[in-house]
Each structure stands twice: as structure tokens, then as C-alpha cells.
T-cell receptor, first 116, second 118 residues
Framework: AQKITQTQPGMFVQEKEAVTLDCTYD???????LFWYKQPSSGEMIFLIY??????QNATEGRYSLNFQKARKSANLVISASQLGDSAMYFC?????????????FGDGTTLTVKP | SQTIHQWPATLVQPVGSPLSLECTVE??????LYWYRQAAGRGLQLLFY??????ISSEVPQNLSASRPQDRQFILSSKKLLLSDSGFYLC?????????????????FGEGSWLTVV
């Protein structure tokens, strides 16, 4: 079964608007971490934000916030005030602490295009 | 601060030729090390991971191999490349251990190596 599902292959957003990138996950491990990475056309993978399964509050990092809904097993990334430089591929990932040897699993990614 | 560097950045190799991609991490000790492959426009596929010197786990059957001769060095190799080996290869590291603390769980990636097998 797919552990990380990103249902939006591509998304468009107008500059300065907010956008939500969807991510759902599947695990029976009570301890896990969720990550979002940004991959611009240059190929580098840039860490954006992290949420632990026991965190009570949604993680925020500048314009990035993670909408963590544990019961629904979703960890959507919200980018506020989009900028042209946000155009990139975005990956959701999960690390299970007690199963799967603690390895990280990545989704297939969402390509975000910010329009001027 | 920790840094990760992999090379070469781009490589064009004929079918049947050998491959060696190198990755080094600085500023940390006993990291977990990973090799991922990414096909064009797709997600990341974990190829190998290592929790210590000489300890390599393979995720998928393939004609690639990995070695960790030193604590902070991770090498991806092949004796004979196939066309299907073309892709973008990413080396990554994470601090060892199993906690939910952010810093210890985040995977940090190298710059990537574009491999084209012709």
C-alpha cells in the first residue's frame, strides 16, 4: 500500500495568494515524523518543515505551515503569500520510528507553478 | 555546521561501463546515509541506506551496489551500467537514533548527480 499519497500532480496559484498542497499518509506506528521538501528545477532537495506525530500544534516555518490532521492522516502544506520563487516540485515524506527500520518514504510529488 | 557533498554533478556513460558516485558528510559523526534515485518528474526511490561503516542495506534488486568505507563516506557503484540506470541520484544523511526531535529526524540531501546512460 502507498504510504504517502500526494493526489495533485500539478497545481497553479496566483502570486501573493495562498496554496495548499495535499498529503495523506498510512501508518500503524504511533511514532512518526512528517516532512515537506521543495525541489526547484536545479534538483536540490530543500527541507521546509517537520511535524512529529505527538506534536500538539501545527508546525510553522515562515510562510510555510503544516495542517496536521492526525485522525484523517493528512499533513497538508500551506504556503501563504506565494512568490514566483516558490515554483518547484514539493514532496511529502514520512519516517516511522518503530517500523520499516526508521526509513523515510516519499510521495510522488506535486509540481507547483506560481503565476505572475 | 553539517554539510553534504556529492560528485560528480553530471555524468554521461555508455551502456556497460562502470559507475562510481561519491558522497561525503562533514560536521557530524555516525550519520545514517542514504542513496536515492529519482526518475524524471517522479518521486524518490530509496536504493541503499547505511547505519554504520560497512553496514549496507539494499532496498531494491538492481545492478547497483553501495559501500561505506569510512564513517562519513558513501559510494554508489555499478560494474556495468544499464540504460534503465539513467536518473537523478541523491545522497542524503540523517543523524543517527530514533527520536521525534526535529533535528535528528530531518534528512538532508546533497546536490544530486545527473546520470545519463547512452
Amino acid at each position: 500500500a502507498q504510504k504517502i499519497t500526494q493526489t495533485q500532480p500539478g497545481m497553479f496559484v496566483q502570486e501573493k495568494e495562498a496554496v495548499t498542497l495535499d498529503c495523506t499518509y498510512d501508518t500503524s506506528d504511533p511514532s512518526y515524523g512528517l516532512f515537506w521538501y521543495k525541489q526547484p528545477s536545479s534538483g536540490e532537495m530543500i527541507f521546509l518543515i517537520y511535524q512529529g506525530s505527538y506534536d500538539q500544534q501545527n508546525a510553522t516555518e515562515g510562510r510555510y505551515s503544516l495542517n496536521f490532521q492526525k485522525a484523517r492522516k493528512s499533513a497538508n502544506l500551506v504556503i501563504s503569500a506565494s512568490q514566483l520563487g516558490d515554483s518547484a516540485m514539493y514532496f511529502c515524506a514520512m519516517r516511522e520510528m518503530n517500523t520499516n527500520a526508521g526509513k523515510s518514504t516519499f510521495g510522488d510529488g506535486t509540481t507547483l507553478t506560481v503565476k505572475p | 555546521s553539517q554539510t553534504i557533498h556529492q560528485w560528480p554533478a553530471t555524468l554521461v556513460q555508455p551502456v556497460g561501463s562502470p559507475l562510481s558516485l561519491e558522497c561525503t558528510v562533514e560536521g557530524t559523526s555516525n550519520p545514517n546515509l542514504y542513496w536515492y534515485r529519482q526518475a524524471a518528474g517522479r518521486g524518490l526511490q530509496l536504493l541503499f541506506y547505511s547505519v554504520g561503516i560497512g553496514q549496507i542495506s539494499s532496498e531494491v534488486p538492481q545492478n547497483l551496489s553501495a559501500s561505506r568505507p569510512q564513517d562519513r563516506q558513501f559510494i554508489l557503484s555499478s560494474k556495468k551500467l544499464l540504460l534503465s540506470d539513467s536518473g537523478f541520484y541523491l545522497c542524503a544523511w540523517r543523524a543517527g537514533g530514533s527520536t521525534l526531535e526535529t533535528r535528528q529526524n530531518t534528512i538532508y540531501f546533497g546536490e544530486g548527480s545527473w546520470l545519463t546512460v547512452v
